[in-house]
C-alpha cells in the first residue's frame, strides 16, 4: 500500500500542538520549544490522514558546516509500513542536499531499517542512559550556582566536537529558563542541562577528556534531582560505569547515520554526550 493519497505537508508554528501528540504518543522527551526550534530554523514537513491528523512527521535542520541534521521522524502506529517514512525522510534529504550538506541523523532502531535502506551508514553509536527522580535528593550534594558560560566558548567547542555551528540552536537553549550551563574552569568543556517533556534532558557535553567530561558529569548531575536522561557515545565506557553506579540504567541505543558517509563529522574525541537525538 503506498501513501500516494497523502501530500507532504510544511509544518508551521500551529502545528506545534500535533507535533506534541505524535511525539508524545511514541514516548518521546520533546518539549514544545523543540518543535518550535524545527518549524522556525529548518523545514519540517508531515502528511495528515484524509481526516486532518498529523499522522506522520519529519524535519530537516541546516547547520552552519558540512552537514544537516534529519530529525522528527515519526509515523503513528495505525500508519506506519505505507512508506511514508521513507518519503519524508526522501523529502528531508533533497532539502539538505541543495543546500549543499550531507544529511545525518540519529536513528532508533525501528529507524535504522529505514535509513539504511535509503542509504545512511552508522557513523558511531550511543546509548541513552536514564535516571529516575530522586526519591530523597542528597542535600549535601554541591550544587552549582548557574555558572556564567560564554556563548562564543560554548558555540566554539560544540563547533569543534559536533563539526558544524549550532549557534542558533545553542542560544535557544540558553534561553530556556530550565536550561543550566556548566564550564571548565579552563573553558576548555561545558556541559548543559535542559528541560524535556519526561525527564531532564543532559548534553551536550562536550570536554578535552574522558576525566574532564566526568567531573562537569559529577556536577551537573548532582543539580538534577527529577528524572535525567543523558544520550553517551557507547565507546567511554568509564562514564557508563559510573553512570551505572550513579542510578542511571540504558533506555535504548540509537546509531549516528550519515547519507553515505561512515567517517564522523568533527572531533569524537571531545564528545561525550550528544544534545539529543534528534538535533544531533
Ligand atoms: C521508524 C518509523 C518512522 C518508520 O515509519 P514507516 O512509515 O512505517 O516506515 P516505512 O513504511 O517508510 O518503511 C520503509 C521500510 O523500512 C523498513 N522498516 C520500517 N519499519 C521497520 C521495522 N519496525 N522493522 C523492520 N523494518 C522496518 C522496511 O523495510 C520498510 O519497508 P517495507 O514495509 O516495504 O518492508 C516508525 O516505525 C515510527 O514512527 N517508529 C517510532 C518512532 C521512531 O523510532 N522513529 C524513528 C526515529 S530515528
Known sequence: MTSERLPIIDLDLSDVESGMA????AGWNQTADDWRHFITNGQAIGVRAPGG????SAAALPY????GFIGMVLVTPQWRRRGIATQLVDQCIKVL?????????????????????????????????ERPALTS????????????????????????????????LMA??????????????????????????????????????????????????????????????????????????????IQRSFARMALDRARPFGNPQHLFAVAGPEFG
Not at 505524535?22 to 504518543?25: A, G, V
Not at 491528523?53 to 506522520?56: C, E, K, M, P
Not at 552552519?64 to 552537514?67: A, E, N, S, T, V
Not at 577528556?209 to 543539580?223: F, K, M, P, T
Open 97 to 129: 542536499c541543495e543546500k549543499g550538506l550531507t544529511p545525518v541523523l540519529d536513528a532508533t532502531a525501528d529507524g535504522e531499517a529505514v535509513y539504511r535502506k535509503q542509504g545512511f551508514v552508522p557513523q558511531f553509536r550511543f546509548d541513552r542512559w
Open 137 to 168: 535528593p542528597d542535600k549535601t550534594a554541591q550544587t552549582d550556582a548557574p555558572s556564567v558560560c560564554a556563548m562564543a566558548t560554548l558555540v566554539d567547542l560544540d563547533h569543534e566536537a559536533f563539526g558544524a555551528d549550532r549557534r542558533r
Open 172 to 249: 535557544d537553549f540558553l534561553d530556556r529558563n530550565a536550561t543550566k550551563a556548566l564550564c571548565a574552569e579552563d573553558n576548555s568543556g561545558f556541559a548543559l542541562v535542559r528541560d524535556g517533556r519526561r525527564a531532564a534532558q543532559a548534553g551536550p557535553v562536550v570536554a578535552s577528556s574522558q576525566h574532564q567530561a566526568l567531573q562537569l558529569l559529577e556536577r551537573l548531575v548532582a543539580g538534577v534531582h527529577g528524572a535525567l536522561f543523558i544520550d553517551v557515545p557507547s565507546t567511554w565506557q568509564d562514564i557508563g560505569r559510573w553512570l551505572g553506579e550513579s542510578g542511571f540504567a
Open 64 to 67: 552552519d558546516g558540512p552537514f
Open 22 to 25: 505524535l511525539s508524545s504518543e
Open 53 to 56: 491528523r498529523l499522522v506522520g
